[in-house]
């Protein structure tokens, strides 16, 4: 375990520089900061002096070892626009994208898995067929368009609902949330539910899939001529049998939930981490723009690793560190 | 006199499918006594599985007992709900699968799949019921219990799951075992220790067993009577040395003439040509017609069952004579 912790955790180092050295260069095709930086009034004198101070003379590979050297202390730059270091731009807004997401999670999880149960257990059934309907129309539509329904419908006509903000926060270990406020809680509700739609009809699919194939599987037989009950053969049986791919994707969409809330927070004008970097990109605030996403690949990888720990628990076959588990 | 383990009476278990009704079980019936051993031989799809499934109230949708009885200790089991079923499987009737390596749950450590079992039917803790569980362990040649319970399926041979599977077969006590093919999937060492330890385990307990398989000769050496199935039905029943010795339809003896034995080594082994008929298109005529040698334009009409000889069935106009 602990031997392939660690090379894990090389790996990891690889996959980081790797992707700093594509973000830098994709950033630099994006277009030159100092355009918008300096006043257009501004003199070639000025320009050049502007230039320099950030460091943007220098030739692209030399930038990026001066990159390095700094990340390499913790130092990720400091925004071209704002003058903070960009880590700390970041750590303010990213709290509250992921409350968004893990709310969108927990929507997703505790609507996807009893309602992709049911339509698995009952593929035939109204209900089974309504629900596997619903996933498709969830599915197929695209997220902004449902956003601005879900406002029109509870904000502009019901009234239930406010259609922007995070609402009231109060501190939970230092970090500000919304969902320990009522107030806040109403507004986190409709960006999570838009946010979720999407998880929501995948998991179902995925849960009904999975629970069709498993009820057909002799140990589910056997399960019951042991005499036991339909909540111990399907909560225990076949639930931690189609665990392992349920497991999978949460642990992928909770990757891209985290970092591509845009669309989401855009809508909702929900004060996260996607909506900086847009701003970011608008204004060319390269370290920004880097540090983001090296920020979003640090918990890709953390939540990769996580759901890896976790197949191994669910699934006795797999074990960690073998080099089936080890790509 | 009491009433015997087990009487299946006139059983018939349907499948209304969209193409048609499909007649698994189609008027079934045997008695089974307590500590003996029944064979029910078949080729596949006669419908073997469905008469177990149907005696242990698993039978799903579209599937249906429409008509008979299924008698346990003189109690009607048609006629039970979805919990009465329950308390009785596992505990006073237990089934064990063909396919070991299918039958354990994969993700499931072995104690969890036995403690389980035991607690569905008895209110005890769970140590209590992992005493239990070594103690059946042990009966099934199963050494070191304690290491095994903590295990999982896939670190045990498909001789040793099958044990298992034996093991929580064993858990309650039953009256009644279902074994459906339980060792075609296993080499023949195995299958031979495995037939061995059942017909004991049966016999010291008093236990009744019904041994599901397509092998007349795994039952020659284990049952006491046999059942032959045919297209849902029963077409022969006796004693075991009956109907080895004495075969009256000609399904038994085409069956009989397919097993390899010792005297005739050399000859070719004789199949039974032709292939089951669909049972949605099964009419009024016998259902081996196609395929038999003895058929007469009489056998157009369905053969009843006839009882040629004390302790004996057939369903068959026109029998070779012994
Ligand atoms: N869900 C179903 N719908 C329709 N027909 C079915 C269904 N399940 C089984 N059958 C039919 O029931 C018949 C009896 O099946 P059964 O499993 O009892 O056969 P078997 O004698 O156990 O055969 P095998 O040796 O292959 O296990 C088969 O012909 C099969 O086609
Ligand atoms: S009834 Fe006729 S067709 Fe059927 S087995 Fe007997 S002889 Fe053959
Ligand atoms: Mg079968």
Redesign the pocket.
Known sequence: MLAYAIRRLGQSFFVLVVMSFLVFLGVFAIGNPIELLVNPQADEAERLRATVALGLDKPILEQYAIFLGHAAKGDLGRSFVFNVPAIQLILEKLPATIELALAAMVISVGLGIPLGLIAGLKPHSLVGRSIMALSIVGFSLPTFWVGLVLIMLFSVHLGWLPSNGRGETVMLLGIPVSFLTWDGLMHLAMPALNLALFKLSLLVRLTRAGTREAVLQDYVKFARAKGLGPGRVIGVHVLKNILVPIVTVIGLELGSLIGFAIVTESIFAWPGSGKLLIDSINLLDRPVIVAYLMVIVVLFIAINFAVDVLYSMLDPRVRLGSSSAAH | MSAPLLEVDGLRMH?F?KAGV?K??DDVSFRLERGKILGLV??????????GYSILGLV?A??RIVAGRIALNGRDLTRLDEAAWRGLRGNRVAMIF?DPMMTLNPVLRIDTQMVEAVRAHHDVSREQALDRCREVLGRVGIASPDERLRAYPHQFSGGMRQRVAIAIALLNKPDLIIA??PTTALDVTIQGQILFEMQNLCRESGTGLIW?T?DLSVVAGLADDVCV?YA?RVVESGSVDEILDRPLHPYTRGLLESVPSRNERGRPLRQIAGM?PS?LRLGEACAFRDRCSQAQPDCAAAPASSVPSAGRTLRCLHPASP
């Open positions: 499948f499918t499909v698994a079980v078949g080729e596949s799809g006669s419908g073997k599985s469905m008469t799903d579209p599937g063909q459906d093919e599901i397509h199935m849902g089951t049972l």
